[in-house]
């Protein structure tokens, strides 16, 4: 089979304040949630605007700015992959799913605590600072440390992993 390509664009606007946890190593990670909207004309010949709601996930330095320069409305550019996770629920039993994105590189928007114009500020996954795209930016299975909730019955800890 052939290699497949797994790569999305998003730019749109953060819905609430990031959502910080770590690992017991001590790797940052962050949740986001971003809105993006698409205009269409309805039947009627108006034009509505349709939103879509994506979970970000972020790790490591890329994680750090999030925490450092992200909050509720900041605009964002950011470049990543979709995942697919599963977990059985421990309440109901029940095989549960979530669909989010990696973020392998963000930009920040409208500079440092304006909510207009300006420059932006791009960083790229397990990078110390500013990048430049594509430059050596490591993929989500050579950054990723489980985090907490995602393997803790299974008794994996963070000398189990190969990097």
Do not use: C
Request: cysteine-free; charged content about 25%.
């Amino acid at each position: 089979m052939a290699k497949g390509v797994n790569k999305v664009f998003l730019l749109g606007n953060v819905g609430k304040d990031p959502e910080m946890r770590a690992t017991p190593g001590g790797m940052v990670i962050a949740q986001i949630t971003l809105a993006t909207a698409d205009r269409q004309k309805d039947q009627t010949g108006n034009w509505t605007d349709k939103t879509e709601w994506h979970n970000l996930v972020a790790f490591g330095r890329t994680a750090e700015i999030v925490r450092d320069y992200v909050k509720k409305g900041t605009q964002l550019y950011i470049e990543g992959k979709i995942q697919t996770r599963s977990w059985d629920d421990k309440e109901s039993g029940q095989k549960k799913y979530r669909t989010e994105i990696i973020v392998n590189e963000l930009t920040l928007l409208g500079g440092r605590g304006s909510e207009g114009g300006g420059g932006g500020s791009s960083y790229a996954g397990n990078q110390g600072g500013y990048s430049q795209r594509g430059n050596n930016t490591a993929s989500f299975d050579q950054q990723r440390a489980p985090a907490q909730d995602d393997y803790a019955n299974e008794g994996i800890t963070d000398d189990d992993i190969p990097f």
